[in-house]
């Protein structure tokens, strides 16, 4: 009798042992992934999903990632970040991390089912271009229904993902041809997790969402998605794309005491030569003109995989791309992301408001540049000194620069593109333990906010859900409800659905959802800010152009 019951044990121990692992066979080889401490879904961390160039070749395309024979761990987290400056004072972020310039991996969590064709959803880190990695948060709780598998990744950021010089080795774009790999990446091994690649859905935040929006435009990644929901950050934004990328090369060249800018191959070979180090020790964080510096740009078009030709503006006037549903909205009070330069900068924009124009504004002279702003300047802050008393004018003003005008200008063209499948909304919620603006008795919904109602976690620093209120618990029901129903249908609120009705979005920026404890349907978003700006824009819009193309090398350079 004790024999038998020390075979049953063993019988138990060895099934017990089996499911806190799982072996996948993907096209480079075989991975194994592990069980999830807390959570019915298997991870797997840190698959090289392509290989990135090193050394003189840092600013060109991604290679084939590695193949392999043994069986690749990927039960730990390593924690692998794309070279980027040391942010001190995100002290929530793991001590651990690990910054390598061949950084390209990618991150799986597959829930624990034999249901096979799951849904797939492919989140793109933000962090202005700048900073960030694909661990940065977790979806976990996302995935409770079981019917969907979450893919996070890097990709290279700042200098090192977006100089753009247009030259053959440094052409610009890396950032977004490691985000394409990515996808190709996913469509080859997907269903080796039990995943569709026909059912992917694009998600994004912040610069990620930015990033989401410009894949929709790009002909290199047609057909790699099918659904998309941005959050917080458009195509259309001054951020999101350089203006001029040699002029922003020049720039930091000369930032970094480098001066010989006007010789295109010096300044190339320039940034080919130098120390990651010493290119991503700039944070970028605190330019007045609502950019970060490096970010996507219009290439040359040089018939070798180039990620974009055509400015965004261009490609959705044309209506040039695919028509694919999309979730597209921002927080309430995005500008909030601008609020602890606020003592510092209010004097300035006091002094000269024209320093915090974008640079997708264009004037024919200094005169017009300050009537403009003046204009504006008005507009947000009537005639009175910026200040204390009107901090909410301040936020408002960047929200609309950064993020909100953007967006519901994109959902114009989109829609009178064709697209009829653009589901607009704002989020609104703000909990009782979110800080109060600094000098009003007001709260708002902060940049990605509804980013921190989707992931787990109190917010987005934390991951634990423990201690948050049952008025945030439920609105993150409510929100992952959402979301969950896009990536499995397409509409955020489908047939049969006890949500209220959400329409799509006519070309008016009408109807929009507003996202709070009550969830209300309402007309044309932002009015009176986005028929300013369309003014504005109309008048004075700066268009991205590509790098020239560069001259002939001759044979004494040689």
């Known amino acids: 009798m004790e024999w038998r019951t020390c075979v049953v044990l063993l019988c138990v121990t060895a099934v017990l042992a089996d499911d806190e692992w799982l072996e996948v066979k993907t096209a480079q080889g075989p991975v194994r992934g592990r069980k999830h401490p807390t959570e019915d879904v298997y991870t797997f961390f840190s698959i090289p999903y392509a290989t990135a160039p090193v050394g003189e070749n840092k600013f060109k395309a991604p290679l084939p990632p590695p193949v392999w024979l ?20 995100l002290d929530s972020w793991p001590a651990t991390l690990q910054r390598q310039e061949d950084c390209l991996i990618a991150n799986v969590y597959v829930p624990n089912t034999k249901e096979k064709n799951l849904s ?13 990695y694909g661990e940065m948060f977790r979806y976990t709780k996302l995935m409770e229904t079981k019917d969907l598998i ?9 200098v090192h993902g977006f100089l753009c010089l247009g030259t053959e080795d440094a052409p610009g774009n890396a950032g977004m041809k490691d985000q394409v790999a990515l996808l190709r990446w996913v469509q080859k091994n997907i269903a080796a997790f039990g995943g569709n690649p026909d059912d992917v859905t694009l998600a994004g935040f912040s610069a990620g969402s930015s990033s989401a929006d410009l894949l929709m435009l790009s002909k290199s990644a047609e057909g790699l998605f099918h659904r998309v929901i941005p959050e917080s950050g458009g195509n259309l934004a001054a951020f999101t794309i350089q203006r001029d990328p040699i002029d922003v090369a020049k720039t930091y060249a000369k930032q970094l005491n480098f001066t010989n800018v006007d010789d295109i191959y010096a300044l190339e070979q320039f940034y080919k030569t130098a120390p990651l180090k010493l290119l991503t020790s700039d944070t970028f964080l605190d330019r007045t003109d ?13 018939g070798d995989g180039a990620f974009l ?20 909205g921002f927080a309430k009070m995005e500008g909030l992301m601008r609020v602890n330069f606020f003592d510092f900068w209010k004097h300035k924009m006091n002094e000269k408001f024209s320093d915090f124009l974008p640079p997708d ?23 009175q000194l910026i200040s204390e008393h009107n901090i909410l004018g301040y936020v408002y003003f960047f929200s609309d620069v950064i993020i909100t005008y953007p967006m519901l200008w994109a959902t114009q063209l989109q829609v009178e593109a064709g697209n009829k499948e653009i589901y607009l909304y704002e989020y609104a919620f703000v909990d009782e333990d979110v800080p109060i603006v600094p000098h009003t008795n007001v709260r708002g919904a902060d940049h990605c906010a509804q980013t921190a109602a989707i992931k787990d976690g109190k917010n987005l620093t934390y991951h634990d859900e423990t201690h948050i209120t049952p008025q945030f618990k439920n609105m993150k029901k409510v929100m992952r409800e959402i979301w969950h129903n896009f990536i499995k249908t397409g509409k955020p609120v489908p047939e049969g659905s006890s949500l209220p009705a959400w329409p799509a979005a006519g070309a008016d920026r009408s109807p929009h959802m507003v996202l709070n404890e009550k969830l ?19 008048r004075y819009y700066r268009d991205a152009v590509p790098p020239p193309k560069p001259p002939p090398v001759s044979r004494v350079e040689l």
């Not at 209300?520 to 109309?538: K, M, N």
Request: glycine share 6%; net charge negative; charged share 30%.
């Open 520 to 538: 209300e349907l309402r007309g044309v978003l932002l009015e009176e800010s986005t028929r300013f700006w369309d003014d504005i824009y109309q």
């Open 290 to 302: 609502s950019t970060f510096m490096f970010s996507p740009c219009v290439e040359r078009d040089t």
């Open 309 to 328: 030709t055509e400015s965004p503006l261009s490609i959705l006037k044309k209506g040039n791309f695919k028509k694919l549903p999309v979730l597209y």
């Open 361 to 383: 504004l264009k004037f024919e002279s200094e005169e017009e540049r300050d009537e403009v702003a003046d204009k504006i300047k008005t507009f947000y802050f009537s005639n």
């Open 70 to 89: 043994e069986t690749y761990d990927a039960t730990i987290d390593k924690e692998i970040t794309c070279p980027q400056p040391p942010f001190p004072d």
């Open 150 to 158: 979450i893919v996070t990744f890097n990709y290279r950021l700042g």
């Open 120 to 132: 797939v959803v492919v989140y793109v880190h933000g962090g202005a271009f700048i900073l960030g």
